[in-house]
């Protein structure tokens, strides 16, 4: 797959880089840029972004692998990210985890053969007063227990 963006993102891209004093700083929003448009940022793609930026390979590279919130692998269409941080640990968090695991017959981080669910267990969201949580794409779902993750699971199941 042939990765590149088309006069019109490469526009919004300039606007980005105006916003800060160095390109390097708009590297962020150039690698959710791309993670919009092909679900995931594979190697080509941050090569890409590097030449786009003129920053290293090496330096999109870390980027990439140090948030979560950037994917260097295809998810499936559900990606289930499940909080472990103390306050969902604390609050059952790993049940959580389990149910998903035995529900979807799948261990974090892997995706389920048709594509459809991906696990990735993260660190703090940011809703310790609602955990346990997990974000699925881009909802968050909080004060979960070993029912509510069933139900959530068989909803999503049939979209």
């Given at each position: 797959m042939t990765?590149?963006?088309n006069?019109?993102?490469?526009?919004?891209?300039e606007e980005i880089k105006k916003r800060y004093l160095k390109p390097s700083a708009a590297l962020m929003p150039v690698l959710y840029m791309i993670q919009e448009k092909y679900g995931w940022i594979s190697l080509?793609?941050?090569?890409?972004?590097?030449?786009?930026?003129?920053?290293?390979?090496?330096?999109?590279?870390?980027?990439?692998s140090f948030y979560t919130m950037y994917n260097s692998k295809p998810i499936g269409k559900y990606h289930l990210q499940?909080?472990?941080?103390?306050s969902c640990m604390l609050r059952g968090a790993y049940d959580i985890l389990k149910?998903?695991?035995?529900?979807?017959?799948?261990?974090?981080?892997?995706t389920t053969p048709d594509q459809k669910?991906?696990?990735?267990?993260?660190?703090?969201?940011?809703?310790?007063?609602?955990?346990?949580?997990i974000q699925i794409n881009d909802d968050y779902f909080e004060?979960?227990?070993h029912d509510s993750i069933k139900n959530i699971l068989a909803n999503l199941a049939n979209n």
């Open positions: 990765i590149q963006f006069d019109e993102e490469l526009k919004q891209v080509e793609a941050m090569k890409y972004a590097a030449n786009l930026l003129n920053l290293s390979e090496e330096h999109v590279l870390g980027v990439v499940v909080c472990t941080n103390v149910t998903i695991e035995q529900e979807l017959n799948i261990k974090k981080g892997e669910f991906t696990i990735t267990e993260v660190e703090c969201l940011g809703s310790c007063g609602t955990a346990p949580m004060n979960l227990n």
